[in-house]
């Protein structure tokens, strides 16, 4: 039997990817086949890259949402008989892991889930994404009793689909004197704690209790052996570990507290395991249904000291171990005086963990998995139900932001390109700024993407500079950082309140959502003064951002709801029984008037700006899609209401603004036709057009700017590069709320 692997993977630091590797060589053993035999599809993170053994095949980038499918198909093709995947929300990308949906839904083998992290109470999406992968999967292994309980109560699996299998605990053995003896640890009374440092692991508990321990058994030494959790680095670097060191400063217990920051592997932490005298897992609260640490400390047959979340008041019931209530000090030190002081009980508490932690063996688990992938081979296979659109993320380019970059400066991003080269002579506008913000805070926000967190301050500080003091924008700037207007257009600025609204709905950080409020509150007085219909437009399209995080800002919504009623007077105005438009021509952005009435649906619910909103959508996608592709509205000569459509200087901005209309409507909708649409928009980059020639230029990594009746444009300014990668990015999300719906 040949079996594909879905997890983390060594030397990624991570507990899931040890288990990973521990089930994959049991497994193979136990099977008499080699580990060549099997093979891995590890999940990277972040963008960081391992030196991965010969058994990973594969890698997915986390929040590369194409590694997924491409995965999906490799597995299919490879000749596996079934698919094992370790399941736990944080390793897969998207909102609450929904990139892993479509991988699953892809697979023409039945597959195995272990669950790792099973909540009691879920988000929405946790619990319909985790539903879905249940619904999908042939058989799901937890590691606890409460798991099962959890699974049948909360998420309506049925009993007969579950497999109780403890957590494996590898066969290493060392002589509890000789380790001591080697760590140096011979006069000393060992307490340890293993495991990634954040904040829910509760070791300030334990330094607490130390002073009334060390009172009555000076020769105390409590080790925290770990290093910070990735994702609590990442976010907030090593503030809970200075925290515990100024704390064991405080509580003047600094000589019985040992701080190793190391990530070690199994056989060094099995060492430790093996010196101490008592293990402490002191997590904050109950919600944690295995803990893998915990197991092996069983496993060696530690004194184990715990309080009491759920893996840890199953492990250790009957007496084979000692609990303390969750931030109890108090009670710990109790316990530890206790126990420090009775040789016998503790020699008690290690015999009946070691006793128990024989049947955690993995050799005892790994028999288990193999017993039931068997049985799984003998039921008959259930032909899946395919939950698929149009939109195939593989048809995609690869995500790059190589010519943004290429066109950014430390000023702001250059408008224009010479082919893929930057114009400077042309200098600065608001108007791509502004779309770059938007871009650069979608891509981190999807792909956590550094390079777009390292140009958000670049784009914002260039609007936070062109903007007035009456709250209006210049909108040019030279290449020597000269202002080459005193006002800028309107268009420009209802696109900066664009971005603006967008940031402050899905900022990264306090510094820049705070900027952009005051930028965006000082613009605000100017936003009924509008004039321009496309302006109005794009400025109710930032206000419904700012308002989905806002919504109790009743003055904003107030602004939005009469702008919203300009746009339907000037539809009415102009509406006749063939012509459902805004004015007498289609001319340029013609998507964003739609989009914008969209968004403002979303917000004040009134069947009018509704009706208007789909009927003119309707309307521009009847002009627009009548051949299967798109043929946007030339900007040569326009489509006057009565006249003849132009086709040349067709432009990428006008591609955007369908995906992005496309994209709402089915937001609001959920009608799964919206999407075929929108991908249809999108196919205009890269050749489903009038001229059937690809724009996106598969070497610079840049958009051209446009055709004319002579071809594609070949220069690559920012305006026409930020379209196709905003385009990209939505029709990427939209792939994602597809499967959120669809669960």
């Keep these: 039997m040949k079996i594909a692997y879905i997890g983390t993977y060594p030397p990624r630091e991570c507990g899931i990817g040890t288990f990973t590797q521990n089930l994959v060589n049991v497994m193979s053993d136990g099977e008499k086949t080699t580990i060549e035999d099997n093979y891995v599809v590890a999940i990277n993170d972040h963008n960081l890259t391992y030196p991965y053994p010969p058994e990973v095949n594969l890698t997915i980038e986390q929040e590369q949402q194409t590694d997924y499918l491409q995965a999906a198909n490799f597995i299919n093709l490879s000749g596996a008989d079934l698919c094992i995947l370790e399941h736990e929300f944080g390793i897969f990308g998207g909102q609450s892991g929904v990139y892993?949906?479509?991988?699953?839904?892809?697979?023409?083998?039945?597959?195995?889930?272990?669950?790792?992290?099973?909540?009691?109470?879920?988000?929405?999406?946790?619990?319909?994404?985790?539903?879905?992968?249940?619904?999908?999967?042939?058989?799901?292994?937890?590691?606890?009793?409460?798991?099962?309980?959890?699974?049948?109560?909360?998420?309506?699996?049925?009993?007969?689909k579950i497999a109780f299998i403890q957590h494996?605990?590898?066969?290493?053995?060392?002589?509890?004197?000789?380790?001591?003896?080697?760590?140096k640890l011979t006069d000393k009374k060992v307490l340890l704690t293993f495991g990634f440092l954040g904040r829910n692991k509760g070791i300030e508990t334990v330094v607490k209790s130390l002073p009334a321990v060390i009172a009555k058994h000076p020769n105390t030494l409590?080790?925290?052996?770990?290093?910070?959790?990735?994702?609590?680095?990442?976010h907030s670097g090593e503030e809970y570990r200075s925290y515990l060191q100024?704390?064991?400063?405080?509580?003047?217990?600094?000589?019985?507290?040992?701080?190793?920051?190391?990530?070690?592997?199994?056989?060094?932490?099995?060492?430790?395991?093996?010196?101490?005298?008592?293990?402490?897992?002191?997590y904050t609260n109950e919600a944690q249904i295995t803990s893998g640490t915990l197991s092996y400390a069983m496993g060696v047959g530690c004194a184990v000291i715990s309080t009491p979340y759920w893996h840890a008041a199953e492990l250790l019931a009957e007496n084979r171990g000692r609990l303390f209530d969750f931030n109890n000090s108090a009670q710990l030190s109790v316990i530890l005086d206790e126990l420090l002081t009775n040789p016998g009980e503790l020699k008690r508490l290690k015999k009946e963990a070691y006793d128990h932690g024989k049947q955690m063996s993995w050799p005892k688990t790994g028999s288990k998995y193999i017993e039931l992938t068997q049985k799984m081979m003998t039921e008959p296979s259930v032909v899946q139900e395919t939950k698929e659109t149009n939109i195939d993320p593989l048809l995609l380019p690869p995500f790059s932001l190589t010519h943004v970059k290429r066109l950014t400066d430390d000023t702001g991003i250059i408008q224009h390109a010479k082919f893929g080269i930057p114009n400077l002579?042309?200098?600065?506008?608001?108007?791509?700024?502004?779309?770059?913000?938007?871009?650069?805070?979608?891509?981190?926000?999807?792909?956590?993407?550094?390079?777009?967190?390292?140009?958000?301050?670049?784009?914002l500080s260039y609007i936070h500079y062109m903007q007035r003091k009456d709250g209006l924008f210049r909108n040019f700037l030279s290449f020597n950082r000269n202002?080459?207007?005193?006002?800028?257009?309107?268009?420009?600025?209802?696109?900066?309140?664009?971005?603006?609204?967008?940031?402050l709905?899905?900022?990264?950080?306090?510094?820049?959502?705070?900027?952009?409020?005051?930028?965006?509150?000082?613009?605000?007085?100017?936003?009924?003064?509008?004039?321009?219909?496309?302006?109005?437009?794009?400025?109710?399209?930032?206000?419904?951002?700012?308002?989905?995080?806002?919504?109790?800002?009743?003055?904003?919504?107030?602004?939005?709801?009469?702008?919203?009623?300009?746009?339907?007077?000037?539809?009415k105005d102009h509406r006749m029984s063939k012509w459902h438009w805004f004015e007498s021509l289609l001319a340029?952005?013609?998507?964003?008037?739609?989009?914008?009435?969209?968004?403002?649906?979303?917000?004040?619910?009134?069947?009018?700006?509704?009706?208007?909103?789909?009927?003119?959508?309707?309307?521009?996608?009847?002009?627009?899609?009548?051949?299967?592709?798109?043929?946007?509205?030339?900007?040569?000569?326009?489509?006057?209401?009565?006249?003849?459509?132009?086709?040349?200087?067709?432009?990428?901005?006008?591609?955007?603004?369908?995906?992005?209309?496309?994209?709402?409507?089915?937001?609001?909708?959920?009608?799964?036709e919206y999407l075929n649409k929108l991908f249809t928009a999108f196919m205009w980059f890269l050749g489903e057009n009038d001229l059937r020639m690809s724009l996106y230029d598969f070497e610079t990594k840049g958009c051209c700017d446009g055709f004319e009746s002579y071809g594609v444009n070949r220069n690559q300014g920012a305006e026409s590069s930020l379209a196709y990668l905003i385009s990209h990015l939505t029709v990427l999300k939209a792939y994602e709320e597809f499967y959120q719906t669809e669960v």
């Design 505 to 571: 709905g899905n900022t990264p950080n306090d510094a820049y959502y705070q900027t952009g409020k005051l930028i965006f509150f000082d613009a605000a007085p100017n936003f009924e003064k509008l004039k321009s219909i496309r302006s109005i437009a794009k400025t109710m399209i930032g206000i419904s951002y700012y308002l989905k995080s806002n919504p109790s800002d009743d003055s904003m919504t107030e602004r939005l709801r009469n702008l919203a009623h300009k746009l339907v007077k000037h539809y």
């Design 483 to 503: 202002f080459l207007d005193d006002v800028g257009s309107e268009d420009s600025f209802g696109r900066t309140i664009w971005a603006l609204g967008y940031l």
């Design 100 to 160: 892993i949906l479509p991988l699953l839904h892809r697979l023409k083998i039945p597959f195995l889930v272990t669950l790792h992290t099973i909540l009691e109470a879920p988000s929405y999406n946790e619990k319909a994404i985790l539903k879905e992968i249940c619904k999908m999967a042939r058989q799901i292994v937890v590691m606890s009793h409460k798991a099962i309980e959890f699974l049948v109560d909360i998420y309506d699996v049925p009993k007969e």
């Design 588 to 672: 340029y952005d013609n998507g964003i008037l739609p989009l914008s009435l969209l968004h403002a649906t979303e917000i004040l619910h009134e069947e009018e700006i509704a009706n208007v909103a789909m009927e003119s959508m309707d309307f521009l996608t009847e002009v627009t899609m009548k051949d299967g592709y798109l043929s946007i509205i030339g900007n040569k000569e326009w489509y006057k209401k009565d006249g003849k459509r132009s086709v040349f200087a067709q432009q990428p901005i006008d591609a955007l603004a369908m995906v992005l209309m496309y994209h709402q409507a089915f937001s609001l909708t959920k009608n799964k």
């Design 246 to 282: 100024l704390l064991v400063k405080k509580m003047e217990v600094s000589d019985q507290v040992l701080f190793l920051n190391e990530y070690v592997d199994q056989s060094e932490l099995f060492k430790y395991l093996a010196a101490c005298d008592i293990y402490i897992t002191p």
């Design 425 to 459: 002579k042309e200098g600065y506008c608001l108007d791509d700024n502004a779309r770059a913000l938007l871009m650069v805070l979608m891509a981190y926000q999807q792909k956590k993407d550094p390079v777009a967190l390292e140009f958000m301050p670049v784009y």
């Design 168 to 183: 494996g605990v590898p066969d290493i053995h060392f002589n509890h004197d000789q380790a001591r003896k080697e760590f």
């Design 222 to 234: 409590y080790i925290v052996l770990g290093k910070t959790h990735p994702n609590v680095l990442r």
